[in-house]
């Protein structure tokens, strides 16, 4: 029985579908078909408008059923399959998209595929129908066509997963990358040049990092632009808070209206980032906001936290978020005319006749009271409504991005509920998707799916230490230990280093991926990288160096070759190269210390890390400003490349020691 919501939409269809399993593979082998594998996931609008055109249609669905076998996979739950077969699509010279729709041999070969595919003919694409003929009749007619296709899509893959990437880099490449991204991006709207417009998070970051680091202020306020157009847009929910994926126009106007969990957490910590430095209440107000959101739409009873919401109700995408002008009118009264002002709506609409709301005021308007009392009355209307699926099975990578987020951001705005939530979402993934030992990817209904993968583990990883830099608490650290751990034994390349997708024992998958690039999500050796250079500057400990050391290495080349590309990795390596450690010893009450900690936090600084202790408490012994702490009187350590300077017992002298 499948837990999948995606796989469970697509039950009642015409088309006989059937799992990713080795019993439809022996069954193809049987009857001489080539399997027709389809991938989406439950919040996508175009999977449920292939679903609707096609795998609901009885003449459709019979030419599946009778030249193929149909294997549907939701490519959350397995986003190894995913990973593979959009590899292939590339290859083909395709560009990826959901649903994806793969023809593949027996032996897991795909020879030809597509994403989206119409059930008439359109633009110049012959119908689905005409397409399912056609394939069918070259692999019954033309098996040398076939051979041919498959081999060269499975030989391309390979090379690329197989290709040497290891390579030195050198510091300069930190200003490169930031001034291609600069010239990439979109200077009238924010984000990057074009449409459809995501947010790219890791590219904003990596924007701000350079500000940090440069002081330019073409890099701030590319930042500011970007973060403020998405704030303000329709790809925002102006009424229940949280990000949709992203926006078709380059207005940031029109969104994707699904929400999914891995966007939501990835805008919280670069909102969180770039608040810490630019106290812009709209980004305070909008991580207050999606946090809200996340907790009442998203937190299951037992602490776990959902993945996506759909972007269709009643079969209509984004049925539930727009709204009439005289539906507000209605329900506003003497409110109205304020409220559409504020919020771009208009009698004829900006969407099919419709509006979505997009904010067109200050950032006081949202403080204004009339305001607040008009978005709650027509937020509590729309609950009314029939509102879109919610995704409910609990993703152990998309936890543990979005742990990371609550725990960052809840040191930021000094807020403990958050953490809370995050400490419960942590124990949830520990007490549920751990069974004997072995971390699982996908939980729903009481049943776990799919062994982890890279991201999962390395998710798990990073919101272990981002938990502990906030509580202390070493049990995190343990737990990390144990992940790291099973990490090395299972996913490393021994030949060339980094980490594969899979793991040794992922027997069903015809290729382990190795992945150094961002995709919508950190990539997981990328990510590794950061964590383990943070987890390593509050340790010393030499094995997370060396660990840190391979992944430098095995991945420098092709980071340097398409370092767009790579942001979370190259964030790793300037807090490698470029991190510094504030060491404070003291007591955490005296006005002293006070003072030394809040001129550090004065500080603009990238990925500098702060650490209190009392004079009697010994920091990890392979920590450079370990033995230095036994002091009689507030002092400050700077440590940079594992060097700490002389004592610093002058709160004035913090930032001229620093720039010394």
Known sequence: MEKSPYLIQHKDNPVHWMPWSEKAFVLAKKEDKPILLSVGYAACHWCHVMAHESFEDEGVASLMNEHFINIKVDREERPDIDAIYMSALQAMGVHGG???????????????????FSKEPLNGTPSFPNILVGISNAYKNDKTLISENYKAIDDAIRKKNTKDSSGSLSIDILDRVSD??????DKENGGLKGAPKFPNTATIDNLWRAFIRTGREDFKDQVLLTLRRISNGGIYDQLGGGFSRYSVDDQWLVPHFEKMLYDNALLIDIFSTVYQIEKDPLLRIRVEETIDWVVSDMITSNGGICSAIDADSEGVE????????????????NDSSLFKSIFGVTEEGNFEGNNILFFNGSVTDLSDQSIIKSRSTLLKERAKRVAPLLDDKILTDWNGLMIGALARASKIFNNEDWIEHAEKAYEFIINNLIIDDV?????????????????????????????????????????ADTQLSYL??????????????????ADDVPIRMKISSDSATPSGNGLLFKTLVTWWRLSGRIDLKENISMLEKSFGKVVAENFSS??????GFESFYKGVDFIVVGDSKSSVVKEMVNNIGNLKLNDSMLTIINSDDDLPKNHPAFGKTNVSQATTYICKEQTCSPPILDPDKIKQNLFE
């Open 318 to 333: 984004g049925k539930y978020y727009v709204w009439k002008s005289k539906e507000i009118d209605d329900l506003l009264q």
């Open 488 to 505: 090395n034994k299972y996913f490393l390349d021994e030949e060339r280093g980094g980490y594969y997708l899979t793991s040794v024992n």
């Open 98 to 116: 959901w649903p994806m729709t793969i023809f593949m041999t027996p032996e897991k070969k795909a020879f030809w595929g597509g994403t989206y």
């Open 439 to 479: 971390l699982y990817h996908s939980w729903r209904e009481d049943e776990v799916r799919g062994i982890a993968m890279l991201d999962d583990h390395v998710a798990l990883i990073d919101a272990s230490i981002s938990l502990y830099t906030v509580t202390h608490n070493e049990k995190y650290l343990n737990i």
């Open 180 to 185: 291609q991204l600069l010239n990439f991006s």
């Open 566 to 571: 790579h942001c979370t990795w190259i964030s």
